[in-house]
């Protein structure tokens, strides 16, 4: 599976920006599509995932009312959109694709290259 993330960048406290995972490239089946996030110095932490078929969510506490996960089955692609951005969010984005239901990162077998995100003023 290749997976593409992209979307990051520079945003204020506060602020909003909508990543994208594109699995047009992806060659084998999965389940779920998962945001993660790792910030330097710091453990890679699951941030949301989607299933691919029902589309059934789940996000972790830190993000709950601010992030969205969504899918585009037709343009085979997921989303995150995130409002009210905090400065201790800056880390960088990767997508992942598991053939579980599952937050643990050492459970998503294809990761794509990670998109970075800055909260900054």
């Known amino acids: 599976v290749q997976l593409q993330a992209s979307g990051g960048g520079l945003v204020q406290p506060g602020g909003s920006l909508r990543l994208s995972c594109d699995t047009s490239?992806?060659?084998?089946?999965?389940?779920?599509i998962g945001w993660f996030r790792q910030a330097p110095g710091k453990e890679r932490d699951f941030v949301a995932y989607?299933?691919?078929?029902?589309?059934?969510?789940y996000y972790s506490d830190s993000v709950k009312g601010r992030f969205t996960i969504s899918r585009d089955n037709a343009k085979k692609t997921v989303y995150l959109q995130m409002n009210n951005l905090k400065p201790v969010e800056t880390a960088v984005y990767y997508c992942?694709?598991?053939?579980?239901?599952?937050?643990?990162?050492?459970?998503?077998?294809?990761w794509g290259r990670g998109t970075l995100v800055t909260v900054s003023s």
């Open positions: 989607v299933t691919k078929l029902s589309g059934g969510t």
């Open positions: 992942a694709a598991t053939n579980m239901l599952t937050m643990n990162p050492e459970e998503y077998h294809y």
């Open positions: 490239g992806s060659t084998v089946d999965y389940f779920a």
